[in-house]
């Protein structure tokens, strides 16, 4: 087999990049270790910036989240018992977010790359990548017992953090910065009407951090703050409604409708980033270069950055016969990357909840909160960052 990109992961990003590909006429194959089912299975963000949602558009593949995406024009912030709403939209001079699940970006993707009889290798086995520091690289696997070689010009590894093509670095080349939060969040999925329907709500409370959010105007993903040792199994979904309410105001504690949960989860939190993202012919998109806390909906969203850089750089050096933006791809994704890292800390750090902060801690974050709703610089400055940077912003 041989192609001109080799795109290791069939996650959003991995297939995001092999559509933008293929609508510029470069080959490309995609090659996933586990079944479409397990990818699309993977319950994830559900947070689009106005960036992602374009490159959809660029891809043609934007009918999904332009019928079923509910656009948010603000963000709402509970402490003290009190909520209060932030304007992003007249903030940032018109921009928005969307609600639309990362599933079904997933499956409009794999539906669009499917149609068009492009090549995806799903089930995957002992996926190994060769030769991205010289002239030949090439991708080898397995299927169904057989062994594959699959040869390429480039390969973009968007295999996620446990992937095969960051471990493939050689030892010395890399640098990785990691910071790792003292607790988790317990997820609930449930098929029941979000409580907001036009904002995302955060809340800060004496008891910890809760999300409201949603994937549909009929299916709500639901957060709370829990310690990282925890057990799903001692969450029963009773525990998890009577916990969530607690952490918000009265008012919207009222108006919250229960269900049975169809999936619950503990995620751990961390920040995480290696550098560079470029090593010869491979490049690294995505979770596999770098993680955030999800308090800030970031993760999904550098993703789509970096597949714009990434996507734009390939086409280049094939129609252009210029490699301006390969040489420059780790360096421009590493900008927005550290930007984003910023934020999600520092929205991290306000809003949860730390072991060795205690009443102090949290009158602080308290009196930052009230310093944030009441100055309009604050403000802009939070919505800016939550809609997403322009992608050339400081460069």
Same mark, same amino acid.
């Given at each position: 087999?041989?192609?001109?990109?080799?795109?290791?992961?069939?996650?959003?990003?991995?297939?995001?990049?092999?559509?933008?590909?293929?609508?510029?006429?470069?080959?490309?194959?995609?090659?996933?270790?586990?079944?479409?089912?397990?990818?699309?299975?993977?319950?994830?963000?559900?947070?689009?910036?106005?960036?992602?949602?374009?490159?959809?558009?660029?891809?043609?593949?934007?009918? @999904? &989240?332009?019928? /079923?995406?509910?656009?948010?024009?603000?963000?709402?912030? *509970? =402490?003290? +018992?009190?909520? $209060?709403?932030?304007?992003?939209?007249?903030?940032?001079?018109?921009?928005?977010?969307?609600?639309?699940?990362?599933?079904?970006?997933?499956?409009?993707?794999?539906?669009?790359?499917?149609?068009?009889?492009?090549?995806?290798?799903?089930?995957?086995?002992?996926?190994?990548?060769?030769?991205?520091?010289?002239?030949?690289?090439?991708?080898?696997?397995?299927?169904?017992?057989?062994?594959?070689?699959?040869?390429?010009?480039?390969?973009?590894?968007?295999?996620?953090?446990?992937?095969?093509?960051?471990?493939?670095?050689?030892?010395?080349?890399?640098?990785?910065?990691?910071?790792?939060?003292?607790?988790?969040?317990? @997820? &609930?999925?449930? /098929?029941?009407?979000?409580?907001?329907?036009?904002?995302? *709500? =955060?809340? +800060?409370?004496? $008891?910890?951090?809760?999300?409201?959010?949603?994937?549909?105007?009929?299916?709500?993903?639901?957060?709370?703050?829990?310690?990282?040792?925890?057990?799903?199994?001692?969450?029963?979904?009773?525990?998890?409604?009577?916990?969530?309410?607690?952490?918000?105001?009265?008012?919207?504690?009222?108006?919250?409708?229960?269900?049975?949960?169809?999936?619950?989860?503990?995620?751990?939190?961390?920040?995480?980033?290696?550098?560079?993202?470029?090593?010869?012919?491979?490049?690294?998109?995505?979770?596999?270069?770098?993680?955030?806390?999800?308090?800030?909906?970031?993760?999904?969203?550098?993703?789509?950055?970096?597949?714009?850089?990434?996507?734009?750089?390939?086409?280049?050096?094939?129609?252009?016969?210029?490699?301006?933006?390969?040489?420059?791809?780790?360096?421009?994704?590493?900008?927005?990357?550290?930007?984003?890292?910023?934020?999600?800390?520092?929205?991290?750090?306000?809003?949860?909840?730390?072991?060795?902060?205690?009443?102090?801690?949290?009158?602080?974050?308290?009196?930052?909160?009230?310093?944030?709703?009441?100055?309009?610089?604050?403000?802009?400055?939070?919505?800016?960052?939550?809609?997403?940077?322009?992608?050339?912003?400081?460069?």
């Amino acid at each position: 087999m041989r192609t001109q990109v080799a795109i290791i992961g069939a996650g959003p990003s991995g297939l995001l990049l092999g559509q933008l590909l293929h609508k510029a006429g470069i080959d490309n194959v995609i090659v996933e270790r586990q079944s479409g089912d397990y990818v699309l299975g993977r319950i994830r963000a559900g947070i689009l910036e106005q960036i992602t949602v374009d490159l959809l558009r660029e891809a043609c593949v934007s009918q @999904g &989240v332009d019928t /079923d995406g509910t656009v948010h024009h603000s963000i709402e912030l *509970v =402490y003290k +018992n009190i909520r $209060r709403a932030i304007d992003v939209t007249g903030l940032t001079g018109g921009k928005v977010v969307t609600a639309y699940g990362q599933t079904e970006m997933t499956r409009d993707l794999m539906q669009a790359r499917a149609e068009t009889g492009l090549t995806t290798v799903y089930s995957a086995a002992n996926v190994s990548v060769h030769g991205f520091d010289g002239t030949t690289p090439s991708v080898r696997f397995e299927v169904d017992g057989q062994a594959q070689e699959l040869q390429c010009d480039f390969i973009a590894g968007c295999d996620g953090f446990h992937g095969v093509c960051r471990a493939s670095v050689p030892e010395g080349s890399i640098t990785e910065y990691e910071k790792v939060y003292p607790f988790g969040w317990l @997820g &609930v999925l449930a /098929d029941v009407p979000p409580v907001s329907t036009h904002a995302i *709500v =955060y809340a +800060n409370s004496e $008891r910890g951090f809760a999300l409201c959010s949603m994937r549909s105007l009929t299916r709500s993903r639901y957060y709370v703050q829990c310690p990282i040792d925890d057990k799903v199994e001692d969450w029963s979904d009773q525990r998890f409604w009577d916990e969530l309410r607690l952490r918000l105001d009265p008012d919207l504690a009222s108006r919250i409708i229960t269900g049975p949960s169809i999936e619950k989860s503990i995620a751990p939190l961390r920040s995480f980033v290696a550098e560079p993202m470029r090593f010869g012919r491979m490049f690294l998109a995505g979770d596999a270069a770098h993680i955030v806390p999800p308090t800030g909906a970031k993760g999904l969203n550098l993703a789509a950055s970096d597949v714009k850089y990434l996507s734009t750089a390939l086409i280049e050096h094939y129609t252009e016969k210029s490699d301006a933006g390969i040489d420059n791809y780790s360096q421009r994704a590493l900008a927005r990357v550290w930007r984003a890292e910023r934020f999600s800390w520092w929205l991290t750090s306000l809003l949860h909840r730390f072991p060795d902060t205690g009443g102090f801690g949290q009158k602080v974050q308290e009196a930052e909160l009230e310093y944030l709703v009441n100055s309009e610089a604050a403000s802009r400055s939070l919505a800016e960052n939550y809609v997403g940077l322009p992608l050339d912003f400081a460069e």
